[in-house]
């Protein structure tokens, strides 16, 4: 007696995958600085680094940041997971301070 078993390979998804995002959300502004509070939407966050693009960074998973001059910035966030995986994303933001 020959058993044959044929099917079709499903696709394993791995929940533990590190898949970078966030968000900003504006707090407060003086007429020489404007403050945001950078939201991590990231899932399977073990460690992150932010780049706010200003020159500064943070390894906070939700840091406020200060930005004292007007301009495009490049704000890049690496997260790795509990198994070294990383992943990151860029976005380019806006900034206008009052003069």
Known sequence: MILLFAGCKE???NEDKALADFSMKYLWSTD???CFR???KSTNIHSCNWSF???TGSSAINPVHHYYWSNNFR???KI???LWECDS?????NIQ???
């Open 11 to 13: 696709d394993i998804i």
């Open 32 to 34: 020489k600085v404007a």
């Open 38 to 40: 950078f939201i991590n």
């Open 53 to 55: 693009g200003d020159g």
């Open 75 to 77: 704000v890049r966030l």
């Open 80 to 82: 790795l997971n509990a």
């Open 89 to 93: 994303i860029v976005k380019y933001i």
């Open 97 to 99: 301070v009052q003069p």
